[in-house]
């Protein structure tokens, strides 16, 4: 049966959106290169994992799944599997409770080796930063685990810096946490660090877990990490000189689709169904000018309070944009009616100029629309790479986790956003609004070149011969020694 096996790597996302949809298209491009893949996930999550399944049972591709129930966790209600389920001060237990599959994970491990059937051992593992704890596991089993960073290489090394000098880092006397070792001087406002750095608590048992963890990530056998080399190759190279491992850049990490233009008109699920009717969608966008309208998105997660909402809208009535505005419902427990209710005749008044979609937005056909001029975004990093991807500058409104950092790249580092609000709870300035969009929207704008420039350079990256593309395929043929080697 060894004969016909191919170079089998276990991979292990952590179970958010963000951090699982570009895990799950790093995986489908390995497939593409030749190898095949286990991707480990919770029965509550399995439904994330089911597009790629399917994709992978029509192209001929080798990938399956590896569902373990995730036993209960005192604190945790029960059920919980999801970043997306639970409220911020359970985020570390939930991070913790994973731990529980390293027991099943090795279990597996040695049934595979014992079979003749199926894909054989995994000769390595790739799983999540926030799972740096597999480290360990690997380590058991005698295999190298990489980590995968579904951030970018700025994020990735801040985080690096973060829990390497925790908690001395986050206990300076003034508010600001200044990162040592970077190649120019960082620093970031305590309420600015990412929620991991603030929910850690000295002497707690779980915040310690958390802590260990995370630094096994620098001691992993590599990194792969969703950006591309003109991006951010000051981050990779310092991240390389510090940790002496590997980086590689695999990004930006798309469906392939994205990058054909004659596909692009089609939408490209990205985490969950549309709710919107695609052609009425396109035939709107196709009417506007080019590059005149600004859409409008806060992640999978953020959702606006009334008066946010209210002043956001009085911002977007004042300027003559056309826009796209995506408003989500609060999660379950938040009580409704405070949350993304616009103002009363706002949508009759912006009839035609502007559109409002209740649920989930085709993001990628939204941004590859020559007609989206600009987009305000909470920057999770995702949002960040499909917009720089598709050429479409940004407006900034960060609201927690990373996004602060990535806001920072964006405008100061790669001067391809504007600054507009900052915080989850803040309530925006109209006249900030209008300022930010005016700038944005400037043909010979900064911001507007700078987009053009970095698509360009992206599109490149994932070519055949372009920077990530050879970076991938550097990564393929090392995972192959592997394989040899154990054969
Ligand atoms: N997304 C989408 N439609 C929506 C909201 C989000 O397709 O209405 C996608 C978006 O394209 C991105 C992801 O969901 O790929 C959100 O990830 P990001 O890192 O930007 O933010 P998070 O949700 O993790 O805060």
Known sequence: ANIERRPHVLVFPFPAQGHMIPLLDLTHTLACHGLSLTVLTTPQNQSLLDPLLHKASTEGLSIQALIIPLPPTEGLPPGCENLAQIPLHLFFLLMHSFKELAHPIEHWFQQQKNSDYGFGPPVCMISDFFLGWTYDTATKLGIPRIVFHPCGAFDAFLHYSLWKYMPGLMESDDDKVHFPELPHPVSFAK?????????????????????????LNV????????????????????????????????????PPAVFDP?????????????????????????????????????????????KQVEEMAAGLEAT????????????????????????????????????????????????????VGGFLSHCGWNSTLESITLGVPLITWPMAADQYYNARLLVEYLKVGVRFCEGATTVPDRDDWRIAVKR???????????????????????????????NIEAFVSEIKKLFLQAS
């Open 320 to 371: 003559e944009e056309s826009f796209i505005w995506v408003i989500r419902d609060p999660p379950s427990g938040m009580p409704a009616d405070e949350y993304g209710v616009l103002p009363q005749g706002f949508e009759d008044r912006m009839e035609g100029r502007g559109l409002i979609i209740r649920g989930w937005a085709p993001q990628l056909l939204i941004l590859s629309h020559p007609s």
């Open 262 to 306: 004659k596909q692009r008109r089609t939408m490209i699920e990205r985490g969950k169904p549309t709710t919107i009717n695609e052609s009425v969608f396109l035939q709107w966008l196709d009417s506007r000018g080019e590059k005149s309208v600004i859409y409008i998105c806060f992640g999978s997660q953020a959702c606006l309070s009334n």
């Open 191 to 215: 309420h600015q660090i990412s929620s991991l750095g603030q929910l850690y608590k000295r002497s707690d048992p779980v915040s310690e877990f958390i802590r260990y963890s995370m630094n």
């Open 440 to 470: 944005l929207l400037a043909r010979e704008g900064e911001e507007m070149k700078r987009a053009e420039e970095l698509s360009k350079a992206a599109r490149i990256a994932v070519q055949e011969g372009g920077t990530s593309y050879r």
């Open 219 to 254: 001691k992993s056998w590599g990194n792969l990490i969703n950006t591309f080399n003109d991006l951010e190759a000051v981050y990779m190279d310092h991240l390389h000189r510090v940790s002496g491992r590997p980086v590689w850049s695999v990004g930006p990490l798309f």
